[in-house]
């Protein structure tokens, strides 16, 4: 166990920042989407910008870039030197233009932030009682095709950030022994049909989602030309007794199953090996709270589990890989092979016992 003994000046200090943590968020938002940390930036080469400058070059009073500048000061986002210019940090440097940083943001403003204020509810009923800031849905995989077009967009490119880099070693290890019908489950927005149909002229690709997810990938499958290869079939897990078609050489699942809670994925898992011959390939893609090789990596996901437990469904999380183990292992399956993929992904490769 990390000695997490420090001093009471130092503690109380970290009590205050998490207190106010809302507030440091809600400021950085403004001063990113009102440009400020842009300007900023294009000033450092001459020293910096005052606020009077801000004020005038964007039409925003000094009242209102003063209180987000001093805010932003004493998070050390901003420094101010005694001539009252200012220039970012390294810290504010990569909350207006790193990527990841950026998709984290937009993700947690956007999608998550009203619906946080529900999560004592959530933690007591096990629902997904922020969602009702989103929409009338019990999940939020039933409403994704229905979320305004800025949510929807955050949403995507949340999701999508984590895996799409990872695609390219992904698709070398999926067509190694060069399936002809894979099975896509969880299929989002068809970005794995489309690519896996690119990157291979022969295979023939089934997604299966729920029907307005599968509506959206099959439109997107279509414009890019790809409709005669790509099948869709509808369902929806948490029903009794889900079944999927059987006939396929690999089955995908990709960022999918940690949408679930340990018993669905049970569920889900078992319904996989019945559809499987001894031969099909069971592949698992997922980001592990306990294969990160980086502490930030671990806090991205342990505050994602807190999405899910407040708006997506009130009962899954990102597991660690011991959990997956055992439920593969209780599911009929065996893993054949244990693969690291890029910074934050595990794959594994699973057979029928």
């Not at 004592?120 to 979320?147: A, D, F, H, R």
Request: net charge negative; with cysteine.
């Amino acid at each position: 166990m990390k000695n997490t003994t420090i001093r009471a000046i130092d503690a109380i200090q970290e009590a205050q920042k998490i207190a106010f943590a809302p507030f440091v968020f809600q400021a950085t938002v403004s001063l990113r989407k009102l440009g400020v940390f842009n300007l900023i930036f294009e000033k450092r080469k001459k020293g910096g910008i005052t606020i009077e400058a801000i004020s005038k070059e964007l039409s925003i009073s000094t009242y209102g870039i003063g209180v987000l500048l001093e805010i932003a000061e004493s998070s050390q986002i901003v420094t101010k030197d005694d001539e009252g210019r200012y220039l970012l940090t390294t810290t504010g440097y990569f909350l207006n233009y790193n990527e990841t940083v950026n998709v984290n943001i937009n993700f947690t403003n956007d999608v998550c932030y009203k619906g946080l204020f529900h999560l004592n509810e959530s933690i007591k009923t096990g629902k997904p009682e922020g969602l009702k800031e989103l929409g009338n849905w019990s999940t939020v995989y039933e409403g994704l095709s229905q979320l305004t077009p800025e949510i929807q967009k955050s949403w995507f490119e949340f999701d999508h950030h984590y895996s799409d880099a990872v695609f390219d070693d992904a698709l070398e290890i999926v067509f190694r022994n060069n399936p002809k019908t894979i099975f896509d489950i969880g299929g989002n927005t068809g970005k794995f049909a489309i690519r896996s149909c690119s990157f291979n002229e022969d295979v023939s690709i089934k997604i299966i989602d729920l029907p307005g997810q599968l509506k959206k990938a099959l439109t997107n499958v279509k414009n890019e030309g790809f409709e005669k290869r790509v099948s869709g079939y509808e369902i929806d897990w948490l029903k009794d007794n889900p079944e999927i078609p059987n006939g396929a050489d690999t089955i995908w699942m990709c960022q999918f199953l940690d949408c679930f809670s340990e018993e669905e994925i049970l569920k889900i898992l078992t319904t996989a090996v019945k559809s499987m011959t001894n031969e099909t390939e069971l592949l698992i893609m997922e980001t592990f709270t306990d294969r990160q090789r980086f502490d930030n990596a671990k806090f991205i996901l342990e505050a994602t589990s807190l999405y899910f437990t407040v708006l997506a469904n009130g009962n899954s999380k990102m597991y660690p890989a011991e959990v997956f183990l055992k439920l593969i292992d209780k599911a009929g399956l065996v893993i054949r092979e244990d693969i690291s993929i890029g910074e934050y992904h595990t794959m594994f490769v699973c057979k029928k016992k």
